[in-house]
T-cell receptor, first 115, second 109 residues
Framework: DVKVTQSSRYLVKRTGEKVFLECVQDMDHENMFWYRQDPGLGLRLIYFSYDVKMKEKGDIPEGYSVSREKKERFSLILESASTNQTSMYLC??????????????FGDGTRLSIL | GQNIDQPTEMTATEGAIVQINCTYQTSGFNGLFWYQQHAGEAPTFLSYNVLDGLEEKGRFSSFLSRSKGYSYLLLKELQMKDSASYLCAVSDSNYQLIWGAGTKLIIKP
């Protein structure tokens, strides 16, 4: 089974801090994604990566950056955390051959609170 | 703009059948996915439709009509463990997933 592991289930940070969310997958997937999930809204794509060192902006990249130095690891960085970034963050991965038709495999999520 | 609509919440009885609808308007279409998400857990893949018609997988079936921009997820012989949110997502012309807000399904004994 595919395992996508996010470093923290719950995280509390202060406004202005630089925040790192880590995601590791163990199935040699080429594609990795970061989403945020808010009540009443669908999952919104922040950034994605189709290969090591590659990154592409999703629908809501403002205030975020990412790093993909190794194939199995995809990090999301909040450069200067703000209260409107309080959310559930979900990492997902998929095989390259599945770029067209999924499925994406998700981690358990990190519930981030910015005070 | 791109839009996925599904009901916010539905209630059904254990042992019954429930149909969760999803309508979409997207720039292009490369398939429709259904995911299940239990509270506090990761979404898990249920089904994928790219051609019109019904795909059956055990107690769960998914239907697609591309001309109508419409899909449904049918759950039969409902069990208490089916209480979850069901997410509809469409792959658009860029193969990006556009997600609905999800339907929270409540199963009553």
């Amino acid at each position: 089974d595919v395992k996508v592991t996010q470093s923290s289930r719950y995280l509390v940070k202060r406004t202005g801090e630089k925040v790192f969310l880590e995601c590791v997958q163990d199935m040699d997937h080429e594609n990795m994604f970061w989403y945020r999930q808010d009540p009443g809204l669908g999952l919104r794509l922040i950034y994605f990566s189709y290969d090591v060192k590659m990154k592409e902006k999703g629908d809501i990249p403002e205030g975020y950056s990412v790093s993909r130095e190794k194939k199995e690891r995809f990090s999301l960085i909040l450069e200067s955390a703000s209260t409107n970034q309080t959310s559930m963050y979900l990492c997902a991965s998929s095989k390259s051959s599945d770029r067209v038709n999924g499925p994406q495999h998700f981690g358990d999520g990190t519930r981030l609170s910015i005070l | 703009g791109q839009n996925i609509d599904q009901p916010t919440e539905m209630t059904a009885t254990e042992g019954a059948i429930v149909q969760i609808n999803c309508t979409y308007q997207t720039s292009g279409f490369n398939g429709l996915f259904w995911y299940q998400q239990h509270a506090g857990e990761a979404p898990t893949f249920l089904s994928y439709n790219v051609l019109d018609g019904l795909e059956e997988k055990g107690r769960f079936s998914s239907f697609l009509s591309r001309s109508k921009g419409y899909s449904y997820l049918l759950l039969k012989e409902l069990q208490m463990k089916d209480s979850a949110s069901y997410l509809c997502a469409v792959s658009d012309s860029n193969y990006q997933l556009i997600w609905g807000a999800g339907t929270k399904l409540i199963i009553k004994p």
